[in-house]
């Protein structure tokens, strides 16, 4: 089969260093991309993007499986990458919160966001997390994305 594109060669460089977590809102993919390497000056870290970003770390007893399998990710994360920071990041209007299961309220959105991050951030110290844990939140302002430490 031919091939249709090839990246430029790069070093493989070492999978240790930095997991982050994020929200795959596609809003918000181009501003999170380049705050992890531009804002940060992060060439490379492992992943986890899912819809809420970090609040599948958070206990629900609506939705429990949800945590199940997002503390099984993280394992599998920690161990592959030995991470010395966490980087978890939330953002304004996240659409996982503001559905009906969450009973999001747009008024209290950040507030919720906000808290759930302290509570991965405490829960992942009281885990063993060695690296330190950086909390951030965007919100999208004139087409580009403004982010504030935690």
Known sequence: MPEIYRTR??????????????CSDP?????FQ????????????????????PQFLTPSDYLPKFSWAGWRWMKFMTNLI????????????CRWYLDQRFWGEPATLRARQVADLQRVRAELVERSAKGRVELYYARLVDGSAAFESL
């Open 34 to 53: 380049d705050f992890l390497r531009t804002g940060l000056g992060l060439e490379r870290y492992g992943l986890i993007a899912v819809p809420g970003g």
């Open 82 to 93: 030995e991470p010395e920071r966490i980087i978890l990041l939330a953002h304004d209007d």
């Open 9 to 22: 060669a790069r070093d493989a460089g070492s999978e240790r260093g930095v997991l982050v977590i994020h």
């Open 27 to 31: 809003r918000y993919q181009p501003h």
